[in-house]
């Protein structure tokens, strides 16, 4: 008998990538499957919920509430990713909200499990250190972004960062940006809606940036240096 879909699954998943298929097969008896449909929140900040998601399709984004209602997207996190594991190793609260932005499927381990696997499976430790501190450099430059940059400033380096990850070059030194609205702009850089209306009239008035609705294009060369 082949392989089980868990067991694929968490095969294709860079956390559990090193270990062997028995392995694999007992960390899938262990998990248990949950879906959520686009806009559900997985987790809440504060909750003291205890287990570890890993993402099997979908995406996800991270999301920092204030007492006033306003909200920060921290991170995203697509297939392969994981998200939770902080509350499994401090004992503490949940830092932040994970919410749903598109229908995702995930599974998911309790805490005795986790802790047991990672005992068992020193590789996932190495692995889960690799990723954290990943996240945390993309952390220090969001919040150098937020502290020492205007609006203007963090709207141009966030399209920059869009065009890297998924921007398609239409011509030398123009790059086409997946339609994007101002409002998904504003949740990403801590910012209204019109201030980032505002920023994008500035740097177009610049020849910085094309937008068409919600369609952008870049002068990758000139905003770098904006």
């Known amino acids: 008998m082949g392989p089980s879909l868990k067991e694929n699954a968490l095969n294709q998943i860079p956390l559990f990538s090193s270990l062997e298929p028995e392995q694999l097969k007992h960390i899938a008896e262990l998990c248990k499957r949950k879906t959520f449909a686009k806009d559900d929140y997985i987790l809440y900040q ?25 909200e920060i997207v921290l991170d995203e996190f697509g297939e392969g990713g994981f998200f939770g594991e902080l509350s499994l190793l401090d ?25 047991r696997i990672v ?20 952390a220090d430059d969001k919040v150098s972004t937020l502290a020492f940059m205007d609006v203007c400033g963090r709207v141009a380096k966030f399209i920059l960062n869009l065009a890297e990850d998924n921007g398609e070059k ?11 609205t101002h409002q998904f702009i ?14 994008l009239k500035t740097l177009a008035k610049q020849g910085l940036v094309e937008t068409n609705g919600r369609a952008l294009s870049i002068d990758s060369g000139q905003l770098e240096i904006f």
């Open 119 to 138: 005992k068992a499976n020193p590789d996932i430790s190495i692995n889960i250190l690799a990723i954290m501190g990943e996240r945390l450099r993309k």
């Open 46 to 70: 504060g909750d003291l919920q205890k287990e570890l998601y890993i993402i099997l399709s979908g995406r996800v984004s991270v999301v920092l509430s204030s007492e006033e209602g306003r």
């Open 170 to 180: 239409i011509e030398e030194g123009k790059i086409s940006i997946k339609p994007v």
């Open 186 to 199: 504003a949740d990403q850089i801590g910012a209204s809606r019109e201030s980032v209306t505002k920023a």
């Open 91 to 115: 004992e503490k609260p949940r830092s932040a909200s994970v919410k749903a932005i598109s229908d995702v499927r995930t599974i998911v381990l309790e805490k005795k499990d986790f802790i």
